[in-house]
């Protein structure tokens, strides 16, 4: 037996009508009988061609608002049967059952009107039934039947018909299977997270998770790991959603770095201040905000001019023109922001391999959105740390308290913490990151990489005393111990932001007492692994 079969029948439902008209007009063409559903098959006749609805063929029309259509054995036995099965066959027979060869449905618009925001009884109205069971069905029988869910692949069809004069082969209505399932599956996904949604179901028995295929890798985040990105449908602004001027094609270890840039970037307000994040290896090298965008710039990369070559550079304002050229002064991989004039366009132009991203808003730091992490044999679900402290919320410690200078640089380091991978520790002055301390196994050993790097830089620059002079730090947990603060202290630090809640904190207040500093304690943590 051929693993090729024609297509002489097909069924086409669609809430997209995205490519319809074309599509029908090719299959026609090609003498494929078409059957249609409600405003799919109005569509078709408008067009001029000749359609046959599945209620004349059903013997029943549709009703309950078009909630019973296609749930008929005329419809599922069209789909369902198998040609080379004697008993299907005579069923076919003496029920009048027409076989289906290809079916054509895209689901109600479910994703869209949840991200408009739509009420329970729309949400509701938009779950479809009749599609996902037909597309499980024609998917189940890819022995015989094509089934397309994606407009993507309308063209594809069409090539394979030609390929094979009308007919297809087993392998293509393989693929058309997989996608298929993957859509049903995307879209319960997509149902039953809405749903332990509304019904504020923190931990639902299960659980799906679901994407769409934004773009295959090169590799991973090494060159013998393979690798794809997936988009969540959630439309967060963000590297996701970004369009792409310029530049190679993104890898993985750009879209994940980039991603961390323009989260920590969007902490800052646009129409507040301009702010510049710099990241290498999803770690911030370098944070700072100005009155202008190349300011900020300047500020961050005289954080660590060395970790910032060859990094990823956030902006939360649109990119300008003065800022595109201090960028373009050294290597940099990837810039994203909110927009960019023509002007640095064409600067950025010269540069073919700098990626540019812009996208047309920042994501919302305080928006509560799923985050996922896998783990061997599962996977962890957590809500995205929105966490905001504000000046209200602090509760000074020490003796000494900040002073209002002080304070705007504490609230600053914090806001960076939260974006260094734990243990975290951030020295900042003069609105701009001037040490940061990374991913160590100690709150000390952060500490001291963190001073270690304001002294060079210091030294870089041509200074006489460490950036850390003078500087608040933060720390992404609490101090178990007074030594990482004597480490901040002996670095130059003045004035610490921390969480507080250690069983030694009457030691560690002591400790910041006796070395003059001023202390606020959070009694929030930001740890991030």
Not at 66 to 74: D, E, F, I, S
Not at 118 to 147: C, Q, T, W
Not at 303 to 320: K, Y
Not at 490 to 502: K, L
Request: hydrophobic content about 45%.
């Amino acid at each position: 037996m051929t693993d090729l079969h024609p297509v002489r029948r097909a069924l086409l439902s669609v809430s997209d009508k995205t490519g319809l008209i074309e599509l029908g007009k090719s299959l026609a063409q090609r003498g494929v009988e078409l059957l249609s559903t409600g405003g799919t098959a109005k569509a078709l006749r408008d067009a001029g061609l000749e359609v046959k609805d599945v209620s004349d063929v059903t013997g029943f029309p549709e009703m309950m608002d078009g909630r019973v259509k296609t749930l008929h054995p005329m419809v599922h036995g069209g789909l369902l049967a198998l040609r080379d099965n004697d008993a299907h066959v005579a069923a076919m027979n003496e029920h009048g059952i027409g076989a289906i060869d290809l079916l054509v449905v895209n689901l109600y618009p479910f994703e869209a009107a949840l991200a408009r925001g739509a009420d329970y009884d729309e949400m509701i109205e938009n779950i479809d039934i009749g599609g996902p069971a037909m597309i499980r069905a024609a998917s189940k029988n890819h022995l015989f039947v094509n089934v397309v869910t994606d407009v993507e692949d309308y063209d594809t069809l069409l090539a394979e018909l030609d390929a094979n004069e009308g007919q297809t082969s087993y392998v293509f209505r393989q693929r058309l299977a997989q996608t298929a399932y993957a859509r049903t599956a995307a879209y319960d996904a997509a149902v039953s997270n809405w749903m332990a949604g509304a019904l504020e179901l923190e931990a639902p028995r299960r659980r799906a998770f679901a994407g769409e295929l934004k773009q295959t890798l090169r590799y991973g985040e090494n060159s013998h790991q393979t690798a794809a990105f997936y988009t969540d449908g959630s439309n967060r602004p963000g590297v996701a959603t970004a369009v792409q001027l310029q530049g190679k094609e993104l890898s993985y270890n750009n879209i994940n770095d980039t991603d961390a840039a323009y989260e920590l970037v969007a902490e800052f307000d646009p129409s507040e201040t301009a702010a510049v994040a710099i990241i290498k290896h999803a770690n911030p090298c370098g944070v700072a905000r100005g009155a202008t965008l190349v300011e900020a710039y300047q500020k961050a990369f005289d954080c660590d001019r060395t970790s910032a070559f060859g990094g990823i550079v956030a902006l939360n304002q649109p990119l300008d023109a003065e800022t595109a050229a201090k960028i373009t002064e050294i290597f940099t991989e990837v810039v994203i922001a909110p927009g960019a004039s023509e002007e640095a366009k064409e600067i950025f132009a010269a540069k073919k391999n700098l990626r540019l991203l812009l996208t047309d808003a920042l994501p919302d730091p305080r928006k509560a959105i799923t985050a996922y992490k896998q783990v061997a044999g599962g996977m962890l679900v957590q809500d995205k740390d929105v966490g905001y402290i504000g000046m209200e919320d602090l509760k000074v410690v020490t003796e000494k308290a900040p002073t209002d200078e002080q304070m705007q640089d504490l609230l600053f380091a914090w806001k960076v913490a939260k974006h260094v991978k734990s243990n975290a520790i951030v020295y900042v002055k003069g609105d701009a990151t001037v040490g940061v301390g990374a991913g160590q196994m100690s709150r000390l050993d952060s500490a001291n990489v963190a001073a270690a790097k304001a002294q060079r830089m210091a030294d870089e620059l041509g200074l006489d005393e460490s950036l850390a002079k003078g500087s608040a730090v933060a720390s992404d947990a609490f101090f178990p111990f007074p030594d990482g603060l004597l480490e901040a202290a002996a670095a130059g630090a003045t004035c610490v932001i921390q969480p507080g809640g250690s069983m030694r904190d009457d030691e560690v207040i002591k400790a910041a007492n006796e070395a003059g500093l001023a202390m606020v304690f959070t009694g929030m943590r930001h740890f991030r692994h």
